[in-house]
């Protein structure tokens, strides 16, 4: 079944602690995304990948690292993370860089930070 | 200000009734994309539009360019349409693959 996996899906942490979120996607797609949604602020960008080895902010990058080592693999880093990371993370992922692409999320990965 | 402004934010209607949710932007664009949030969390692709008009089932999306403005009709609402929607735009000015979202819309169908 084509897909886009995460885990965990949920995480509870401490300050400062350091944690990785995995994703991956069986789909052969180039472009991979990372978002959080938090309420009244909607769903924002925090980084995104056009192909491997090509990784780029988007709209809020502070406080987090990603990699793309291998096209499948798109995992989120937050190597001392605070509260104000607490939220709904969502990996994406398309077939295409263009603006033409439909994009499938991944399920979510509710983080809390204490 | 939002670049990307949904309305409303709420909507609740009866099962049957015709449902428009709108969506303006307020810079040129490249592709809007309706979105679909189940309310256990998942997010589903529903359209990518670039101009005209999409159909899928009871769902249409239609896009005028000129006006800056999309909107989202389910014709025939059932309770399983109950979900936040969700529109995201390619913004021409921001460089690679950034997506720009509006809120959301809780719509919620009564049986």
């Known amino acids: 079944e084509a897909q886009v996996t995460q885990n965990p899906r949920y995480l509870i942490t401490v300050t400062g602690k350091k944690l990785t979120v995995t994703c991956s996607q069986n789909?052969?797609?180039?472009?991979m995304s990372w978002y959080r949604q938090d309420p009244g602020l909607g769903l924002r960008q925090i980084y995104y990948?056009?192909?491997?080895?090509?990784?780029d902010k988007g709209d809020v990058p502070e406080g987090y690292k990603v990699s793309r080592k291998e096209k499948r693999n798109f995992p989120l880093i937050l190597e001392s993370p605070s509260p104000n990371q607490t939220s709904l993370y969502f990996c994406a992922s398309s077939p295409g860089v263009d603006s033409y692409n439909e994009q499938f999320f991944g399920p979510g990965t509710r983080l809390t930070v204490l | 200000k939002n670049e990307v402004e949904q309305s409303p934010q709420n909507l609740t209607a009866q099962e049957g009734e015709f449902i428009t949710i709108n969506c303006s932007y307020s810079v040129g664009i490249s592709a809007l994309h309706w979105l679909q949030q189940h309310p256990g969390g998942g997010i589903v692709s529903l359209f990518m539009?670039?101009?005209g008009k999409k159909k899928h089932g009871r769902l249409i999306a239609t896009i005028n360019i000129q006006e800056k403005h999309s909107s989202l009709h389910i014709t025939a609402s059932h309770p399983r349409d109950s979900a936040v929607y969700i529109c995201a735009v390619r913004l021409v000015k921001t460089s690679g693959s950034r997506l720009t979202f509006g809120e959301g819309t809780q719509l919620t169908v009564n049986p």
């Open positions: 539009l670039s101009s």
């Open positions: 789909m052969n797609h180039e472009y």
């Open positions: 990948s056009m192909n491997v080895e090509v990784t």
